[in-house]
C-alpha cells in the first residue's frame, strides 16, 4: 500500500527517505494506486538534466479528465465539484456537479472540434474567473488540445505576444469581465490583440456581463447557442503521459515571456497528491484557492489537483475588497470552506482593515490555511494565524513555482510543526540543495544559499515552448547537474527552509512574477526617455514594488513630470498590464554603470529601499558620480 496520506512526522520521515532512496518505486506505487490509466509506462523515469530531457512515465497512456471527471461519475456523481460564487454577493452561487462538469466538458470538446480544434492544437483561454474557464481548460486537455491560459488582467500587447509565441488559432474570451464595482472590456481587448495575431481564425465569446461588443463575421462566434447545440458526450483522447497538457506563460528577468510547458502523466500525479496531503484533504471538504486560473496555482489547486482527488473546489470570480473588505470571511462562512489558499499580498492588504470585517463572520470550519507567492512576512503570518485560522487551522506556507508545476517545499499541516516564515522541510520526493557562489553545494544547516533541486519531480516543466535552448540556459547552467530556482533560502538547524528572495531581475509584486527587462522595454517606449531601470523595493502590502529610474533625452525637458508619469505607467499598463505599473519614478540624469556599460541594479535597489548607508565599493563605476546625484534627487 503506497503512502498517499501523511498522517504524522515520522511517517513523513520514512516515506520521504523511501521516495529519496528509489524514487522510481515510490511514484510507480503513486501512479498505480490512485490513478486511471489506459496503458501503464514502459519506464517510470529518464532523465539527463544536461540536454535537459525529464520522462515519466513514458510509454503510459490516459487522458487527465478522466482522472478529474469520468472516475468520479459512479461514486461522486452528484457531489459538487466546481461550486462557483460570482462577483455580486446577491446572486446565487452555483454548485456544478462532477455529472453537471462531465457533461459541460464534453459539450465544449465538441463545439471546439467543430471549430478547427484537434490534439496538439494550442488554444488561447482569456477569460475571467467564471465556469466556462475550468470547462475549456479541461475540454483542452479532453482532446488533448494544449491550453494557454493568459491571466485576463494582461494587455493587449501581452495577450498578442502569447498567442503568437505558440501559434494559437483559437481565442476563448468573454463579452467582458466582473471585478469588483469594474467592469472590463476584454472582448475589445482581444480585437486589438488580434490586429497582431492575422493567424487567428476563430473566437469564441461567452457571454457574462452581458455588453455591446463587436463581433467579426466568420471569425467571432458566442459561445452558449454552440454549447447548447453540442452533443453531451465525447470520448477523451488517449494521451501519452509524456504529451504537453499546456503551456503557460511565467516572466523571465530578460526577453519574451517563457512559455512552460507541462506534460499529461506527471503534472497529474504529483498535482494531485500533495493537493491531498498538503491540504489534508478529505472527502467532506470544501476546498478555497483564491488565485485566479490564470497562473499555475490556479491550474494545480483550482482545477487539476482538486479534480483529480474528486474535490469540491471553488471559484471565487470577484476580488477580496468588494463590497467591503470582509468578503472573503463572508465566503468562508457561507460555503464553509475547510481549506483556504491565498497570498500574503492579500492577507496584508486585509489586515490593514478593521478586525470588525473578520469577527462579523464564524470561520470555525477552516481547518487548513495556505499561502503562496511570496515570502509571508512574521507579521502577517501571524494574523493569519490568529484573526482568520485562531491558532487552531495550521499555516502551510508553501514555496514553488510556474515551472515546478506543483507545491516543493511546505509543512503538511498536523504533521510538520510550523514556524512563521519558514516553508520547513521539502515535499516528498523533492531534493533540494544550497549553492554556494563558487557553485558547490553546502551540506551544513544554519547556512544560505542559491537554491536548486538536484533530483527530478513528476510535474517539473519539460521545456519553454519553441526555446529547448533558453530552458537549458535558464534553468539547467548556473550549476552542474541541478535545477536552479533563481531564489535564495536559508536552512536552520533542523532542516527548514525559509525563502529569502529571488536573487535574479525578477521581481515579485503582490504575488505576481515580473521581469526587469520587459518592463523597461515598456519604458523605453515613451519618445521621451532614454534609459530606465526597474528595481523592487519592500512594500508593506505588495510585498515588493517597483521603482524605475528613469533618464530623459533631454534632462532639461520641460514637459510636467506628474503627466511624464502617468504616460509612462500608461505605456506600462499598455504594453504589459496594471500590475506592471511603477509604484515611484525619479528622473535622472544618469543610471549607475559597469565600465561595460552594464546597469548596477545592486546600487539601484539600496538606494530604493533608503539603505545608502551600504552602497559597496561605487569607485570602480564608469561614472560613479551619478550615484549621489540619484541620492540627492531621492530626498
Ligand atoms: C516565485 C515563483 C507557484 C506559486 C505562485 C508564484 C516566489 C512563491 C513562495 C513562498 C517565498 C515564494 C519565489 C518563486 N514564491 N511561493 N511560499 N515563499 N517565495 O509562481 O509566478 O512562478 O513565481 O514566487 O520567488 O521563485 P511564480
Given at each position: 500500500?503506497?503512502?498517499?496520506?501523511?498522517?504524522?512526522?515520522?511517517?513523513?520521515?520514512?516515506?520521504?527517505?523511501?521516495?529519496?532512496?528509489?524514487?522510481?518505486?515510490?511514484?510507480?506505487?503513486?501512479?498505480?494506486?490512485?490513478?486511471?490509466w489506459?496503458?501503464?509506462?514502459?519506464?517510470?523515469?529518464?532523465?539527463?538534466?544536461?540536454?535537459?530531457?525529464?520522462?515519466?512515465?513514458?510509454?503510459?497512456?490516459l487522458?487527465?479528465?478522466?482522472?478529474?471527471?469520468?472516475?468520479?461519475?459512479?461514486?461522486?456523481?452528484?457531489?459538487?465539484?466546481?461550486?462557483?460564487?460570482p462577483?455580486?454577493?446577491?446572486?446565487?452561487?452555483?454548485?456544478?456537479?462532477?455529472?453537471?462538469?462531465?457533461?459541460?466538458?464534453?459539450?465544449?470538446?465538441?463545439?471546439?472540434?467543430?471549430?478547427?480544434?484537434?490534439?496538439?492544437?494550442?488554444?488561447?483561454?482569456y477569460?475571467?474567473?467564471?465556469?466556462?474557464?475550468?470547462?475549456t481548460?479541461?475540454?483542452?486537455?479532453?482532446?488533448?488540445?494544449?491550453?494557454?491560459?493568459?491571466?485576463?488582467g494582461?494587455?493587449?500587447?501581452?495577450?498578442?505576444?502569447?498567442?503568437?509565441?505558440?501559434?494559437?488559432?483559437?481565442?476563448?474570451?468573454?463579452?467582458?469581465?466582473?471585478?469588483?464595482?469594474?467592469?472590463?472590456?476584454?472582448?475589445?481587448?482581444?480585437?486589438?490583440?488580434?490586429?497582431?495575431?492575422?493567424?487567428?481564425?476563430?473566437?469564441?465569446?461567452?457571454?457574462?456581463?452581458?455588453?455591446?461588443?463587436?463581433?467579426?463575421?466568420?471569425?467571432?462566434?458566442?459561445?452558449?447557442?454552440?454549447?447548447?447545440?453540442?452533443?453531451?458526450?465525447?470520448?477523451?483522447?488517449?494521451?501519452?503521459?509524456?504529451?504537453?497538457?499546456?503551456?503557460?506563460?511565467?516572466?523571465?528577468?530578460?526577453?519574451?515571456?517563457?512559455?512552460?510547458?507541462?506534460?499529461?502523466?506527471?503534472?497529474?500525479?504529483?498535482?494531485?497528491?500533495?493537493?491531498?496531503?498538503?491540504?489534508?484533504?478529505?472527502?467532506?471538504?470544501?476546498?478555497?484557492?483564491?488565485?485566479?486560473?490564470?497562473?499555475?496555482?490556479?491550474h494545480?489547486?483550482?482545477?487539476?489537483g482538486?479534480?483529480?482527488?474528486?474535490?469540491?473546489?471553488?471559484?471565487?470570480?470577484?476580488?477580496?475588497?468588494y463590497?467591503?473588505?470582509?468578503?472573503?470571511?463572508?465566503?468562508?462562512?457561507?460555503?464553509?470552506?475547510?481549506?483556504?489558499?491565498?497570498?500574503?499580498?492579500?492577507?496584508?492588504?486585509?489586515?490593514k482593515?478593521?478586525?470588525?470585517?473578520?469577527?462579523?463572520?464564524?470561520?470555525t470550519?477552516?481547518?487548513?490555511?495556505?499561502?503562496?507567492?511570496?515570502?509571508i512576512?512574521?507579521?502577517?503570518?501571524?494574523?493569519y494565524?490568529n484573526?482568520?485560522?485562531?491558532?487552531?487551522?495550521?499555516?502551510?506556507?508553501?514555496?514553488?513555482?510556474?515551472?515546478?508545476?506543483?507545491?516543493?517545499?511546505?509543512?503538511?499541516?498536523?504533521?510538520?510543526?510550523?514556524?512563521?516564515?519558514?516553508a520547513?522541510f521539502?515535499?516528498?520526493?523533492?531534493?533540494?540543495?544550497?549553492?554556494?557562489?563558487?557553485?558547490?553545494?553546502?551540506?551544513?544547516?544554519?547556512?544560505?544559499?542559491?537554491?536548486?533541486?538536484?533530483?527530478?519531480?513528476?510535474?517539473?516543466?519539460?521545456?519553454?515552448?519553441?526555446?529547448?535552448?533558453?530552458?537549458?540556459n535558464?534553468?539547467?547552467?548556473?550549476?552542474?547537474?541541478c535545477?536552479?530556482?533563481?531564489?535564495?533560502?536559508?536552512?536552520?538547524?533542523?532542516?527548514?527552509?525559509?525563502?529569502?528572495?529571488?536573487?535574479?531581475d525578477?521581481?515579485?509584486?503582490?504575488?505576481?512574477?515580473?521581469?526587469?527587462?520587459p518592463?523597461?522595454?515598456a519604458?523605453?517606449?515613451?519618445?521621451?526617455?532614454?534609459?530606465?531601470?526597474?528595481?523592487?523595493?519592500?512594500?508593506?502590502?505588495?510585498?515588493?514594488?517597483?521603482?524605475?529610474?528613469?533618464?530623459?533625452?533631454?534632462?532639461?525637458?520641460?514637459?510636467?513630470?506628474?503627466?511624464?508619469?502617468?504616460?509612462?505607467?500608461?505605456?506600462?499598463?499598455?504594453?504589459?498590464?496594471?500590475?506592471?505599473?511603477?509604484?515611484?519614478?525619479?528622473?535622472?540624469?544618469?543610471?549607475?554603470?559597469?565600465?561595460?556599460?552594464?546597469?548596477?541594479?545592486?546600487?539601484?535597489?539600496?538606494?530604493?529601499?533608503?539603505?545608502?548607508?551600504?552602497?559597496?565599493?561605487?569607485?570602480?563605476?564608469?561614472n560613479?558620480?551619478?550615484?549621489?546625484?540619484i541620492?540627492?534627487?531621492?530626498?
Amino acid at each position: 500500500m503506497s503512502n498517499y496520506s501523511i498522517k504524522s512526522l515520522e511517517e513523513y520521515f520514512q516515506v520521504y527517505r523511501k521516495s529519496v532512496r528509489d524514487p522510481e518505486t515510490f511514484w510507480e506505487e503513486i501512479a498505480e494506486e490512485h490513478f486511471d490509466w489506459r496503458r501503464k509506462w514502459d519506464n517510470v523515469l529518464q532523465w539527463d538534466f544536461s540536454k535537459p530531457q525529464v520522462k515519466w512515465f513514458d510509454g503510459a497512456q490516459l487522458n487527465i479528465t478522466e482522472n478529474c471527471l469520468d472516475r468520479h461519475l459512479q461514486i461522486r456523481g452528484h457531489k459538487t465539484a466546481i461550486l462557483f460564487e460570482p462577483n455580486d454577493p446577491q446572486a446565487e452561487a452555483e454548485h456544478i456537479t462532477y455529472r453537471d462538469l462531465h457533461e459541460r466538458v464534453c459539450r465544449m470538446c465538441n463545439v471546439l472540434k467543430e471549430n478547427g480544434v484537434s490534439r496538439g492544437d494550442r488554444v488561447c483561454i482569456y477569460l475571467p474567473m467564471i465556469p466556462e474557464l475550468a470547462i475549456t481548460v479541461l475540454a483542452c486537455a479532453r482532446i488533448g488540445a494544449i491550453h494557454s491560459v493568459v491571466f485576463a488582467g494582461f494587455s493587449s500587447n501581452a495577450l498578442a505576444t502569447r498567442i503568437n509565441d505558440c501559434d494559437c488559432k483559437i481565442v476563448i474570451t468573454s463579452d467582458g469581465s466582473y471585478r469588483g464595482a469594474k467592469i472590463l472590456d476584454l472582448k475589445s481587448i482581444v480585437d486589438s490583440a488580434l490586429e497582431e495575431c492575422p493567424q487567428v481564425s476563430h473566437v469564441l465569446v461567452a457571454k457574462r456581463t452581458g455588453q455591446k461588443v463587436q463581433m467579426k463575421a466568420g471569425r467571432d462566434k458566442w459561445l452558449e447557442p454552440l454549447m447548447e447545440q453540442a452533443y453531451a458526450d465525447f470520448p477523451a483522447e488517449i494521451m501519452n503521459a509524456e504529451d504537453p497538457l499546456f503551456i503557460l506563460y511565467t516572466s523571465g528577468s530578460t526577453g519574451k515571456p517563457k512559455g512552460m510547458v507541462h506534460s499529461c502523466g506527471g503534472y497529474m500525479v504529483y498535482t494531485a497528491y500533495t493537493f491531498k496531503n498538503i491540504f489534508q484533504y478529505r472527502e467532506e471538504d470544501i476546498f478555497w484557492c483564491t488565485a485566479d486560473i490564470g497562473w499555475i496555482t490556479g491550474h494545480s489547486y483550482i482545477v487539476y489537483g482538486p479534480l483529480a482527488n474528486g474535490a469540491t473546489t471553488v471559484m471565487f470570480e470577484g476580488i477580496p475588497t468588494y463590497p467591503d473588505s470582509g468578503r472573503f470571511w463572508e465566503i468562508i462562512q457561507k460555503h464553509k470552506i475547510t481549506q483556504f489558499y491565498t497570498a500574503p499580498t492579500a492577507i496584508r492588504a486585509l489586515a490593514k482593515e478593521s478586525l470588525d470585517f473578520v469577527t462579523k463572520y464564524d470561520l470555525t470550519s477552516l481547518k487548513v490555511l495556505g499561502s503562496v507567492g511570496e515570502p509571508i512576512n512574521e507579521e502577517a503570518w501571524h494574523w493569519y494565524n490568529n484573526n482568520i485560522g485562531k491558532g487552531q487551522s495550521p499555516v502551510v506556507d508553501t514555496w514553488w513555482q510556474t515551472e515546478t508545476g506543483g507545491i516543493m517545499i511546505s509543512p503538511i499541516p498536523y504533521v510538520t510543526p510550523t514556524t512563521p516564515t519558514f516553508a520547513t522541510f521539502p515535499f516528498i520526493g523533492i531534493q533540494p540543495a544550497l549553492m554556494d557562489d563558487a557553485g558547490n553545494e553546502i551540506y551544513e544547516n544554519q547556512t544560505q544559499g542559491k537554491l536548486c533541486i538536484k533530483f527530478p519531480w513528476p510535474s517539473m516543466a519539460r521545456s519553454i515552448w519553441g526555446d529547448h535552448e533558453r530552458y537549458k540556459n535558464t534553468y539547467f547552467t548556473a550549476f552542474d547537474n541541478c535545477y536552479f530556482t533563481g531564489d535564495g533560502a536559508f536552512r536552520d538547524e533542523v532542516g527548514y527552509y525559509r525563502i529569502t528572495g529571488r536573487v535574479d531581475d525578477v521581481i515579485i509584486v503582490s504575488g505576481h512574477n515580473l521581469g526587469t527587462a520587459p518592463i523597461e522595454d515598456a519604458i523605453n517606449e515613451h519618445p521621451a526617455v532614454a534609459e530606465s531601470a526597474i528595481v523592487g523595493y519592500p512594500h508593506d502590502v505588495k510585498g515588493n514594488a517597483l521603482y524605475g529610474f528613469i533618464t530623459l533625452k533631454e534632462f532639461g525637458e520641460t514637459r510636467d513630470r506628474d503627466n511624464l508619469m502617468k504616460e509612462i505607467n500608461q505605456k506600462i499598463a499598455e504594453q504589459i498590464g496594471p500590475i506592471a505599473k511603477l509604484e515611484k519614478i525619479l528622473f535622472v540624469d544618469g543610471l549607475p554603470k559597469t565600465r561595460s556599460g552594464k546597469i548596477m541594479r545592486r546600487i539601484l535597489r539600496k538606494i530604493a529601499s533608503n539603505d545608502t548607508e551600504n552602497l559597496g565599493d561605487i569607485s570602480t563605476l564608469l561614472n560613479p558620480e551619478v550615484v549621489q546625484n540619484i541620492i540627492d534627487a531621492t530626498s
